[in-house]
């Protein structure tokens, strides 16, 4: 009922955006492979095709996406395509076959080659058509960027898109009251800590972290972990910059699930163009490193599931639990004082409550950019117009994305406190990770009866 409010394309999460990336991590452990990735290429084309009449039959349906985020897609378009022997897919490739120790040096080159006539007659032009394609769709564009509430049927398409995405069986009345009280509990933590007069600045500013090298952080994590989460074989990764020339269009950091067949490669992604500081770097690997996902990947690998468990994810899950890491990593052996690590934890959650809240406002209740950046100013002291523009747009785009984490953290997190509270001293954090863990990915609605078979056993347990 739904099929054209699906968005391929975006400046952040589209397809545009991400493909680059998943090219230049394809990889070769055969001749097969490097002919197939060479196939891929040639593709390009017809599959830039088949996504622009997608756009167009969403323009005709009354649903393109608004005119700035198109403008901010075809820019990216248009600016990939670059000179052939500096272009980053280049280098990727040759590094790539560097490493193929069953091709000869005269095969190597002969593949650079084709590499660099593909790139140059199908990867650039395809990009250079879509650009040209989605230019002609501006005019079928919504000048003013709106939610998902003032599409026909939007609220009820969003209300599909929050269950399935979340995976959390509550109603969106539910989840905003879960999202408010959580929120006004981390505030009022936060509140009473300043009115007990616990610096917030000066600790935080003068206290100096483990590391600034993201290899050494991830070193640090994995021994950090080893109290509260189960142990898991050693896992291999590797750190990697995002290309300059994609900087702009991608997250701050992302971690990428390996292949299915080689579970030890394992990388995350680093975008230098945000510029992290040391806390921020340190609670971003905790996120995509340990406890989150490369640490929650290896996990599920050890498992040895059943091979339909890896086409069957629940986002909430997956997402809720990078979130969860992320934030438990205030609790670490970090360099910070006591007092101040849960005042840090509760003003990074308190953040993506607020996104995760303006999500259901925005797609849910129709809040205009007007009525958000209003909000903002008077609830949240936002001075700054074009940051809230930036909230907004960013919200706009990615239509429940933001509920995905946070919601997905609170599920986490609500079943710990009842864990905490049933169990009192009984309580383990290793045995509920591990509980939450074995879940391998799914939905809350599923989760929730074994949580309360587990609890059950906990209780009884001596």
């Given at each position: 009922?739904?099929?054209?409010?699906?968005?391929?394309?975006?400046?952040?999460?589209?397809?545009?955006?991400?493909?680059?990336?998943?090219?230049?991590?394809?990889?070769?452990?055969?001749?097969?492979?490097?002919?197939?990735?060479?196939?891929?290429?040639?593709?390009?084309?017809?599959?830039?095709?088949?996504?622009?009449?997608?756009?167009?039959?969403?323009?005709?349906?009354?649903?393109?996406?608004?005119?700035?985020?198109?403008?901010?897609?075809?820019?990216?378009?248009?600016?990939?395509?670059?000179?052939?022997?500096?272009?980053?897919?280049?280098?990727?490739?040759?590094?790539?076959l560097a490493g193929c120790s069953?091709?000869?040096?005269?095969?190597?080159?002969?593949?650079?080659?084709?590499?660099?006539?593909?790139?140059?007659?199908?990867?650039?032009?395809?990009?250079?058509?879509?650009?040209?394609?989605?230019?002609?769709?501006?005019?079928?564009?919504?000048?003013?960027?709106?939610?998902?509430?003032?599409?026909?049927?939007?609220?009820?398409?969003?209300?599909?898109?929050?269950?399935?995405?979340?995976?959390?069986?509550?109603?969106?009345?539910?989840?905003?009251?879960?999202?408010?009280?959580?929120?006004?509990?981390?505030?009022?933590?936060?509140?009473?800590?300043?009115?007990?007069?616990?610096?917030?600045?000066?600790?935080?500013?003068?206290?100096?972290?483990?590391?600034?090298?993201?290899?050494?952080?991830?070193?640090?994590?994995?021994?950090?972990?080893?109290?509260?989460?189960?142990?898991?074989?050693?896992?291999?990764?590797?750190?990697?910059?995002?290309?300059?020339?994609?900087?702009?269009?991608?997250?701050?950091?992302?971690?990428?699930?390996?292949?299915?067949?080689?579970?030890?490669?394992?990388?995350?992604?680093?975008?230098?163009?945000?510029?992290?500081?040391?806390?921020?770097?340190?609670?971003?690997l905790a996120h995509e490193g340990?406890?989150?996902?490369?640490?929650?990947?290896?996990?599920?690998?050890?498992?040895?599931?059943?091979?339909?468990?890896?086409?069957?994810?629940?986002?909430?899950?997956?997402?809720?639990?990078?979130?969860?890491?992320?934030?438990?990593?205030?609790?670490?052996?970090?360099?910070?004082?006591?007092?101040?690590?849960?005042?840090?934890?509760?003003?990074?959650?308190?953040?993506?409550?607020?996104?995760?809240?303006?999500?259901?406002?925005?797609?849910?209740?129709?809040?205009?950019?007007?009525?958000?950046?209003?909000?903002?100013?008077?609830?949240?002291?936002?001075?700054?117009?074009?940051?809230?523009?930036?909230?907004?747009?960013?919200?706009?785009?990615?239509?429940?994305?933001?509920?995905?984490?946070?919601?997905?953290?609170?599920?986490?997190?609500?079943?710990?406190?009842?864990?905490?509270?049933?169990?009192?001293?009984?309580?383990?954090?290793?045995?509920?990770?591990?509980?939450?863990?074995?879940?391998?990915?799914?939905?809350?609605?599923?989760?929730?009866?074994?949580?309360?078979?587990?609890?059950m056993t906990e209780k009884l347990?001596?």
């Amino acid at each position: 009922d739904f099929y054209y409010f699906q968005e391929p394309l975006g400046p952040t999460l589209g397809i545009q955006a991400q493909l680059p990336i998943l090219l230049s991590e394809y990889v070769f452990r055969s001749e097969h492979d490097v002919n197939d990735y060479l196939s891929l290429l040639s593709q390009l084309p017809e599959y830039f095709a088949a996504l622009t009449a997608f756009e167009q039959q969403k323009a005709e349906a009354g649903l393109c996406m608004n005119a700035e985020s198109l403008e901010k897609v075809i820019a990216q378009c248009r600016n990939f395509p670059a000179t052939v022997k500096t272009h980053f897919l280049t280098a990727s490739f040759e590094e790539r076959l560097a490493g193929c120790s069953f091709l000869t040096s005269d095969q190597k080159i002969t593949y650079e080659i084709q590499n660099q006539k593909l790139l140059n007659q199908s990867v650039f032009p395809a990009y250079e058509q879509l650009s040209a394609d989605l230019e002609a769709l501006l005019a079928d564009c919504p000048e003013e960027p709106l939610g998902l509430a003032y599409a026909p049927d939007g609220a009820s398409y969003f209300q599909w898109l929050l269950t399935y995405e979340t995976g959390t069986s509550r109603t969106v009345a539910e989840i905003r009251n879960l999202l408010e009280e959580q929120i006004s509990s981390d505030y009022e933590t936060i509140l009473q800590a300043v009115q007990n007069g616990v610096n917030l600045l000066h600790p935080v500013q003068e206290t100096p972290l483990p590391s600034t090298e993201p290899g050494q952080i991830l070193l640090y994590l994995s021994n950090e972990i080893q109290k509260d989460f189960p142990a898991v074989p050693d896992i291999t990764w590797q750190i990697k910059n995002v290309p300059d020339s994609l900087a702009s269009t991608l997250s701050p950091a992302f971690f990428l699930t390996p292949p299915l067949d080689i579970p030890q490669e394992n990388t995350i992604y680093i975008n230098p163009s945000y510029e992290p500081d040391e806390k921020e770097l340190l609670t971003t690997l905790a996120h995509e490193g340990y406890p989150g996902h490369l640490y929650q990947s290896a996990y599920f690998n050890d498992r040895e599931p059943v091979p339909v468990r890896r086409l069957l994810a629940c986002g909430g899950y997956n997402e809720g639990w990078g979130l969860y890491s992320e934030l438990y990593a205030y609790s670490f052996d970090n360099g910070l004082p006591e007092a101040v690590k849960p005042l840090m934890r509760c003003s990074e959650a308190s953040s993506y409550g607020l996104y995760a809240l303006l999500d259901i406002c925005i797609h849910y209740d129709g809040w205009d950019l007007a009525t958000t950046t209003s909000y903002l100013e008077n609830s949240y002291g936002f001075t700054d117009p074009e940051s809230a523009r930036e909230i907004y747009l960013a919200i706009i785009d990615n239509p429940g994305n933001y509920l995905k984490y946070y919601t997905g953290y609170l599920e986490i997190l609500t079943m710990r406190q009842e864990a905490e509270e049933v169990l009192g001293n009984k309580f383990n954090a290793k045995s509920f990770h591990q509980f939450i863990l074995n879940m391998d990915g799914a939905s809350f609605r599923v989760i929730k009866p074994y949580f309360q078979t587990w609890l059950m056993t906990e209780k009884l347990h001596v």
